[in-house]
């Protein structure tokens, strides 16, 4: 099991940025890959973007490529989500997860965190 914590959302004028964190416990960190995804009232879930097990490769949305970005310490077991520029469609709960897989499919991640809220004011 993996247990996750999501935090660092907030309220924030358009243009302005975020930092999303999430801290796992339980199974060795490094184990998996890390993804984000967002979910905005009456909307399905999205991808965000992804990151393999020890960070070398990287995976954004189209939305998101060239403002957010998402990294990883795995000394610290922890994963985090840059936003910059954001945008009022930027709005949404956002989730951390993990899974074997570096994927963008919402399916094959294993474990999610509760999620924090981003509103984007315009």
């Known amino acids: 099991q993996v247990q996750l914590v999501d935090s660092g959302g907030g309220l924030v004028q358009a243009g302005g940025s975020l930092r999303l964190s999430c801290a796992a416990s339980?199974?060795?960190?490094?184990?998996?890959?890390m993804g984000w995804f967002r979910q905005a009232p009456e909307k399905e879930r999205e991808f965000v973007a992804a990151?393999?097990?020890?960070?070398?490769?990287?995976y954004y949305a189209d939305s998101v490529k060239g403002r957010f970005t998402i990294s990883r310490d795995n000394a610290k077991n922890t994963v985090s989500l840059q936003m910059n520029s954001l945008k009022p469609e930027d709005t949404a709960v956002y989730y951390c997860?993990?899974?074997?897989?570096?994927?963008?499919?919402?399916?094959?991640?294993?474990?999610w965190g509760q999620g924090t809220q981003v509103t984007v004011s315009s």
């Open positions: 997860a993990a899974g074997y897989q570096f994927t963008k499919v919402s399916g094959s991640y294993d474990y």
């Open positions: 339980g199974r060795t960190f490094s184990n998996y890959a």
């Open positions: 990151i393999t097990r020890f960070g070398g490769s990287t």
